[in-house]
C-alpha cells in the first residue's frame, strides 16, 4: 500500500495499552515497526495464557482475513511503546489475492510464525521448568541484540511464568539459580 493511504495507518500504543481483544472484530492487520507486543488467550473460566512476544518485523492480528466476520483470536497488548502500520482488511485481501508475491511473502511468514509457535509448544510440554525459562530467557535476549526491540521490555517474573506454565515464585526461584551460576547478570527480571 503506498505510504499516507487511508487504509494503511501508523498506530502508536503505550507500555501496557490493549491493542485489540479476543472477541473483537477483526478488521485489521498490524505491521511491527518498533516495540514488543505481548499476544495472550483466556479461557472461558478465565485462565490466561501468553502465546507470545511479537516485536518489529512482525504481524499480529492476521485473523482479519478469515471469512465472514472474522473476530480476534486472542488479546494483544502492547509491552513497551510500541508504534505499527495499522492496515485494514479492506484493502489487504485484494493484494492478496492480486499479488502474487506479496501472498508469497505474507503466507511465508505465517509457516514460519506456525513453526516457531509449533516449536514453542512442544518444548513447553516436553521439558521442565527450569528449561522452558532458559528458552524463553534465551529468545528475549536474541531479540534484543538484534535491535529488533528498540527498548529492552522489563518482563516481570509473572509474565515469565505465564509464558512457561509456572507461578511467578518458581520463576524467581530459577532466576536465583541463574544468577548464581552466572547466567544472568542483571535484576531486570
Do not use: W
Amino acid at each position: 500500500l503506498p505510504p499516507g493511504s487511508a487504509d494503511r495507518k501508523i498506530a502508536r500504543f503505550t507500555r501496557n495499552q490493549i491493542i485489540f481483544s479476543q472477541g473483537d472484530r477483526s478488521e485489521a492487520l498490524f505491521y511491527i515497526e518498533k516495540g514488543c507486543v505481548k499476544l495472550t488467550v483466556t479461557s472461558q473460566e478465565g485462565k490466561e495464557a501468553i502465546i507470545g512476544i511479537f516485536d518489529r518485523g512482525d504481524l499480529i492480528g492476521e485473523s482479519c482475513l478469515g471469512r465472514g466476520q472474522p473476530v480476534r483470536f486472542g488479546n494483544a497488548v502492547a509491552v513497551t511503546d510500541t508504534r505499527a502500520v495499522k492496515i485494514d482488511r479492506k484493502a489487504l485481501i485484494p493484494i492478496l489475492r492480486t499479488r502474487a508475491q506479496a501472498s508469497y511473502v505474507f503466507i511465508t511468514y505465517l509457516l514460519a510464525r506456525n513453526t516457531r509457535t509449533r516449536e514453542d509448544l512442544v518444548h513447553n510440554l516436553l521439558n521442565s521448568g527450569e528449561r522452558r525459562l532458559a528458552r524463553v530467557l534465551s529468545v528475549l535476549a536474541q531479540s534484543e541484540a538484534k535491535g529488533r526491540c528498540h527498548s529492552s521490555p522489563k518482563v516481570s517474573q509473572q509474565t515469565l511464568g505465564e509464558m512457561i506454565g509456572a507461578t511467578r515464585q518458581q520463576v524467581n526461584v530459577l532466576m536465583q539459580r541463574y544468577r548464581k551460576s552466572g547466567f544472568v547478570e542483571n535484576a531486570d527480571v
